[in-house]
């Protein structure tokens, strides 16, 4: 399978999502810069961490109108993958193809940790390599995490099982203490209705080796690499 | 044409900026202070042959960009 990094003006992570593919998981990646059109045969388009166009105006609301967006969009319309970390699930959010939207750290702070994830659905191409249940340790670095959605999307979003990770203390129970951005129930990352696209605020590129902490970033990759190896079949809705 | 743009969060949306605000007026004295809501001022500079057309040229702006509507309400004024 191919990959696809997205690089904005002001990305920066996309180095590490590419090192972690390409060193830790020995996949076929590319950059895909902003300005150029979405070309080639790609399965699964990664939007990076970083403040993209200075998060001026907000966070993603300019990035969403890089000339790539457009095939990225239809690229996912046609149930192509997309996976937005951080930055990447800002402009996912304010370009629509993710409910809700993510706001400032409710402690005003930008927080820079390690947290615990939830894994919550495991029938998606991003969380089938995992068990429902499970916990994974992934660092966060923003100052704009704190999820927000109203009360008909939210219902909406538990109707759907859309909420695929949620921040969780280390027995893996839901505490204010634990929701290190003051997330509306604890979440940390959503997927769209045709769980084909994924948005999470944690980074997974950042633990995929153990000398950075931790692998559990490699769930949500091979979680992918599973799923494309089954496309056929569209495993994860088995 | 001048327009004065005003965005500002939904009620119900956390504000922690305009809560830091309010705390630091109270700590300066202003006791009487209950409720500090912090939004975004813009203005534009324009041609638009009417302020009808101005007025609709102005609001797709905002719904497309300026604004983000699951999170931001917004008002102008055209000059």
């Given amino acids: ?238 | 044409m001048r327009v004065k743009i005003f965005v500002y969060l939904k009620d119900g949306v956390l504000d922690p900026q305009g809560k830091a605000v309010e705390r630091s007026l109270h700590a300066l004295g202003y006791k009487e202070v209950q409720d500090v809501r912090m939004g975004k001022y813009l203005e534009i500079e324009l041609d638009a042959p009417s302020r009808q057309a101005a007025e609709e040229r102005i609001r797709e702006m905002c719904d497309k960009l300026l604004a983000n509507p699951v999170i931001e309400d917004y008002r102008f004024e055209i000059e």
């Avoid at chain 1, 990646?29 to 998060?55: E, M, N, Q, T």
């Avoid at chain 1, 209705?193 to 990759?221: Q, T, W, Y």
Wanted: glycine share 12%.
């Fill in chain 1, 1 to 238: 399978m191919r990959w696809g990094v997205i690089v904005f003006p002001g990305s920066c992570d996309e180095q590490d999502v590419y090192d972690c593919l390409k060193t830790n998981l020995r996949q076929k990646v590319d950059f895909l810069w902003h300005k150029d059109r979405l070309a080639g045969k790609l399965d699964c388009i990664v939007l990076p961490g970083g403040f993209s166009y200075g998060d001026y105006l907000r966070c993603g609301a300019m990035a969403r109108f890089s000339p790539i967006m457009q095939g990225v969009v239809e690229f996912a319309q046609k149930g192509g993958l997309v996976l937005g970390i951080c930055n990447g699930f800002q402009i996912l959010c304010e370009a629509g193809l993710l409910p809700g939207a993510l706001t400032r750290n409710a402690s005003l702070q930008f927080i820079c940790r390690r947290v615990f994830l939830r894994l919550e659905e495991t029938d998606t191409p991003f969380t089938c390599a995992g068990k429902k249940g499970q916990l994974l340790k992934l660092p966060i670095k923003h100052g704009e995490g704190c999820y927000y959605a109203d009360p008909t999307t939210l219902e909406r979003l538990h109707k759907n099982r859309q909420i695929l990770v949620r921040y969780v203390d280390a027995k893996g129970r839901t505490a204010p203490a634990a929701n290190p951005n003051g997330s509306l129930d604890h979440i940390a990352g959503v997927c769209n209705e045709g769980r084909n696209v994924f948005g999470l605020m944690p980074h997974p590129e950042d633990a995929g080796e153990k000398i950075l902490g931790g692998e559990d970033g490699l769930k949500i990759f091979s979680s992918v690499i599973e799923a494309c190896d089954k496309r056929g079949k569209r495993a994860w809705l088995d």
